[in-house]
């Protein structure tokens, strides 16, 4: 990420991230720990992401919990984050499933892959977090191939905080802190894509490892 006025620095967010990566898979729909979850994770992204292998880019990757469902599916996988410690939490993972895939460190809103083309990108619950996210969509279209697939599965939170403690010092600044509502997210992405629809996804207990109140959806766009 870059600067946000001069008070969003990228090194205090990977501070951020590199604190919380300790604890982040103990969140059920970080760490998919538990089987029901998991299953449920690994059949929507069957119905999200085509039969490949295809290449995709995981921006935002985290500890890699969403990669590794895509190698185990047979997709060549690419993450990216700013921290890390969760870039070596997710090669770790992969590695120990005996998967391969390349995880690199980075700004998920312009990641480092050069001039790379990809068959699908991938982003959960990062755009609220983005100093510029409309640049950062605009960046990830760029990266699709033609007739690639943008999945973004995103919401509107109650609480912004990760791990139990506020976002980074000038969260408040973000334009789109504590998450983006489906229709505001879909009106933007819609000029850059050639079709697209909105999948709710709130009402699916198993996603989040319990019921959630808030609003929790999928934004799936073909260019």
Known sequence: MSDHAGRHPRAAIAEYWDAAAAGFDEEPDHGLRAGHTRSAWARLLRTWVPSGPLDVLDVGCGTGSLSLLLAEAGHRVTGVDLSPRMVEQAGRKLSGAGLSGRFLVGDAAAPPTGGEAFDV??????????????AALREWVHRLRPGGRLVLVEGRWRESGQAGVPYAAGAELLPWNGGVAAEHLASVV??????????????????????????????????
């Open 121 to 134: 990108v991938l982003s959960r619950h990062l755009v609220w977090t983005l100093p510029d996210p409309e």
């Open 190 to 223: 819609r000029p850059l894509v050639a079709e697209l629809r909105i999948e709710p996804l709130s009402g699916n207990a198993d996603l989040w490892g319990g019921p959630v109140d808030d609003e929790r959806y999928a934004v799936i766009a073909r260019i």
